[in-house]
């Protein structure tokens, strides 16, 4: 218990937030139609827990460095566990949103405290062999997350992707509880509650405003009010950092090329990578007639492919600079968003395959080097605030990924739709069109509108790997001698090999 009870606590918590994060793409067609739910709402069904995860992980490490670790871990699988239950009797999509907002609160406790707790129990090479069973089960989690969707939404029902969580959980506090120590960070430490609350209100409005755009246009009221409130939030967090004893983040940092590089490639690679994937779902379900579990399955290509080469990765290309391998891996992320982009009227799922295989290797790349990239870039001392910051932006761009590429989708279908047929369509409402339109047009029409979406993720993916080959240099020092010598480099979390 002594060896593998705090390994196992934390991988169990590790394994139902990253779950979440995939699991719910096969069901968002089921959810549509039990819930009558709207594009936006899907949107926001996906936006929501990464959005509130990407918006508090840094504030919950620090409250967690100054409560305690294991208390803010368990507090956050018991509103994970509370926030499951109530996705899972939702009765519309307005109290699933806020459910999966308040999920993605507690997956922030539980994300923010997990390497910690690993550090604080486990040294040497037990450190290392933890941490490596650690990303395994990270890596688990992607794989099997929309594998499992299908299985439970095509058995069950959608609502038990949320219920399965809540036998996971008890056992998860139990576990923690009893084997996990408690640990603290430096004294003195303060939470930036400023820096915190403006930051969600930047990421936040930026998503809704991106939303609004694709509902009403760029130009709307709604969406300009939004556009201005996210920036007046990102002013104010910016002062707010500079004043503050203890900041989420050093805007210092932002000053080193490296830094700005890694942050570009983190904040791309989780939006091109994934961002479109929700759509790719929709569509082979709805159009193509495919059941949940073959909708899951149809993602094996891109995550198998993205687990051998992260194997691969670190056992060949140790002591490569991180340009190179997160560059060529966005590269041919961007590659592979290219080779999808030959849908049409007529086309099936397996033209996906080859642009899903490039983009599992690239993700194969970048996944395991992002974070040691951010880490090298920095001073130790502030390897744990590099850690946090570079897997924060991973999950807004996840975030703003799936609001972008839902834009792109039904802008470019209302070359052939209506507005409101556009934003059924892409909402898994075919069903319901098939009275007023031809088979021919709708599948050309949400084809042409999949194609726009992956063109600009491919460009954005090759944008991002020429900033990252300009600007990230090689590191310093050894990452895993940090890793080895300094607590503080676990403080906040590190790469992790999925969405």
Same mark, same amino acid.
């Given at each position: ?47 929501? &827990? ?57 997956? =922030? ?45 095509? +058995? ?6 949320? &219920? ?39 990421? +936040?409005?930026?998503? &809704? ?176 605030? =590099? ?106 979390? +590190? ?5």
């Amino acid at each position: 218990m002594r060896t593998w009870g705090p390994l196992t606590a934390v991988c169990l918590g590790t394994f139902m937030l990253l779950l979440d994060v995939t699991i719910v793409i096969v069901a968002l067609p089921d959810m549509a139609r039990a819930l009558h739910a709207s594009l936006s709402d899907l949107q926001w069904v996906v936006d929501g &827990y990464a959005l509130a995860l990407a918006a508090l992980l840094l504030g919950a490490g620090a409250t967690a460095d100054v409560l305690g670790r294991r208390r803010v871990h368990v507090a956050g699988v018991v509103v994970f566990a509370t926030a499951s239950l109530l996705c899972g009797l939702a009765s519309g999509p307005d109290t699933l949103v806020a459910a999966r907002a308040l999920q993605g609160v507690g997956a =922030a406790a539980m994300l923010a405290t997990t390497l910690p707790l690993l550090g604080s129990v486990y040294q040497g090479r037990q450190r290392s062999a933890a941490l490596g069973v650690w990303g395994a089960v990270s890596g688990a989690a992607a794989a099997v997350g929309p594998v499992l969707g299908g299985l439970l939404t095509e +058995g069950p029902g959608w609502r038990w992707i949320f &219920y399965v969580n809540l036998p996971v959980s008890v056992a998860a506090v139990w576990l923690t509880l009893r084997a996990v120590p408690e640990s603290r960070g430096t004294r003195g430490m303060r939470v930036d509650w400023a820096g915190t609350a403006t930051f969600a209100v930047f990421a +936040g409005g930026t998503a &809704y405003a991106v939303v609004r755009a694709g509902e009403d246009g760029w130009t709307a009221s709604a969406t300009l009010v939004s556009f201005g409130l996210a920036a007046l939030a990102l002013v104010c967090f910016v002062l707010a950092e500079r004043r503050a004893a203890h900041p989420l983040l050093d805007l210092s940092l932002l000053r080193r090329p490296a830094f700005v590089g890694v942050m570009v490639a983190a904040l791309a690679f989780n939006g091109v990578a994934f961002g479109v994937t929700p759509y790719l779902s929709i569509w082979m379900q709805t159009l193509l007639g495919m059941s949940p579990v073959r909708g899951g399955l149809t993602l094996l290509p891109m995550t198998v492919a993205a687990m051998v080469t992260a194997v691969v990765v670190g056992k060949r290309f140790h002591g490569v600079s991180a340009r190179l391998t997160i560059g060529g891996g966005l590269l041919l992320i961007g590659a592979g968003c290219f080779c999808q982009a030959v849908l049409g009227a007529g086309s099936d799922w397996t033209a996906l395959v080859p642009g899903f295989v490039l983009v599992g290797i690239g993700t194969g790349f970048v996944a395991p080097t992002v974070a040691g990239a951010a880490l090298a870039a920095v001073e130790p001392a502030r390897a744990g605030m =590099a850690g946090g910051a570079v897997n924060t932006v991973r999950q807004l761009g996840y975030a703003l990924g799936v609001a972008v590429f839902g834009t792109v989708v039904t802008s470019r279908m209302t070359d052939t739709l209506p507005h409101d047929a556009a934003h059924a369509l892409a909402g898994g409402g075919a069903g319901g069109l098939r009275g007023t339109f031809s088979e021919h047009t709708l599948r050309s029409a949400f084809a042409s509108g999949l194609d726009a979406a992956l063109v600009t993720a491919g460009c954005a993916g090759m944008v991002a790997a020429v900033l990252v080959l300009v600007l990230v240099r090689p590191p310093r020092a050894a990452v895993e001698k940090t890793a080895e010598t300094d607590p503080t480099a676990l403080s906040t979390p +590190g790469a992790l090999p999925r969405p």
